[in-house]
């Protein structure tokens, strides 16, 4: 049913499109207000190359379609981002293997976490798999991988990745801010702050603390952790099974 569209004050409907399947070739129906959908005859994944649409940036996009429809948009758009971001992390760290796999690990527990915690899908993904980015020059230039020297390098080649990738500029912004600020809890108090910090705790705790010192480590995931699932989910893993990663 036709809407009224706050932005323009036209009326406006999501229409179909149509799109080659880069797997089988069969032609596939998108609608307007989709940027992925599945090829009903080999079930893979067909994306728009580049997704246009004023959901991208009306700021009455989400009036318009309604909440749950407006953030699996951005939540689609973001899988479709987070491909492209694995890449050029790939590319970034070349064969460094344990920045890459890091990256990864620390974007796993930020799913896990978003599936608990209510934080911006677009925001927490991109920031998690970017986080550590600024450790390569801050090696080159400093001899170090500290924190405060990733935190003053990393925003700047993240958003040279960012604009790459399509994401929109408010949203690069908020995700340098996390960056910027990864190492240094309270600069920075946002939702999407705290779920990056734990997830990325989840996997540095064991290199922190000794979890052989049970009461110790309970003490740390109670002072360190600052969302409620990250604190369990610690709990769980390190205490409860009484291993680390």
Same mark, same amino acid.
């Given at each position: 049913?036709?809407?009224?569209?706050?932005?323009?004050?036209?009326?406006? &409907?999501?229409t179909?499109?149509y799109? +080659?399947?880069?797997?089988c070739?069969?032609?596939v129906?998108?609608?307007t207000?989709?940027?992925?959908?599945t090829?009903?005859?080999? !079930?893979?994944?067909?994306?728009?190359?580049?997704?246009?649409?004023?959901?991208?940036?009306?700021?009455?996009? !989400?009036?318009?379609?309604?909440? &749950?429809?407006?953030?699996?948009?951005?939540?689609? /758009?973001?899988?479709? %981002?987070?491909? =492209?971001?694995?890449?050029?992390?790939?590319?970034?760290?070349? $064969?460094? +293997? !344990?920045?890459?796999?890091h990256? /990864?690990?620390?974007?796993?527990?930020?799913?896990?976490?978003?599936?608990?915690?209510? #934080?911006?899908?677009?925001?927490?993904?991109?920031?998690?798999?970017?986080?550590?980015?600024g450790?390569?020059?801050?090696?080159?230039?400093?001899?170090?991988?500290? $924190?405060?020297?990733?935190?003053?390098?990393?925003?700047? %080649?993240?958003?040279?990745?960012?604009?790459?990738? $399509?994401? =929109? /500029?408010?949203?690069?912004?908020?995700i340098?801010?996390?960056?910027?600020?990864?190492?240094?809890?309270g +600069?920075?108090?946002?939702?999407?702050f705290?779920?990056?910090?734990?997830a990325?705790?989840?996997?540095?705790?064991?290199?922190?603390?000794?979890?052989?010192?049970?009461? /110790?480590? +309970?003490?740390?995931?109670?002072?360190?952790?600052?969302?409620?699932?990250?604190?369990?989910? #610690? =709990?769980? %893993?390190?205490?409860?099974?009484?291993?680390?990663?």
């Amino acid at each position: 049913m036709p809407f009224e569209c706050p932005g323009s004050q036209r009326f406006k &409907q999501p229409t179909p499109e149509y799109l +080659k399947c880069p797997s089988c070739s069969e032609e596939v129906e998108i609608w307007t207000d989709e940027v992925q959908t599945t090829c009903p005859k080999c !079930k893979a994944k067909v994306s728009r190359k580049e997704a246009s649409s004023c959901l991208d940036w009306c700021k009455y996009a !989400k009036e318009c379609v309604g909440e &749950q429809k407006y953030s699996n948009y951005l939540k689609n /758009k973001s899988i479709i %981002i987070k491909d =492209k971001l694995i890449k050029e992390l790939e590319e970034y760290f070349g $064969g460094d +293997k !344990k920045r890459i796999n890091h990256a /990864k690990n620390v974007m796993g527990f930020a799913e896990e976490l978003l599936r608990h915690e209510k #934080a911006d899908w677009h925001i927490v993904i991109p920031a998690s798999i970017l986080h550590d980015v600024g450790i390569k020059i801050s090696e080159k230039k400093y001899g170090s991988s500290a $924190g405060h020297y990733q935190e003053r390098e990393g925003p700047a %080649i993240a958003r040279d990745i960012l604009l790459k990738t $399509g994401v =929109k /500029k408010e949203d690069i912004d908020e995700i340098c801010e996390i960056i910027a600020h990864h190492h240094s809890p309270g +600069k920075v108090d946002t939702q999407n702050f705290k779920v990056l910090y734990d997830a990325d705790w989840l996997i540095n705790l064991k290199d922190e603390v000794d979890t052989k010192d049970k009461d /110790k480590l +309970k003490a740390v995931i109670d002072k360190v952790f600052l969302t409620k699932h990250g604190r369990e989910l #610690a =709990k769980k %893993i390190y205490l409860e099974q009484n291993s680390g990663l």
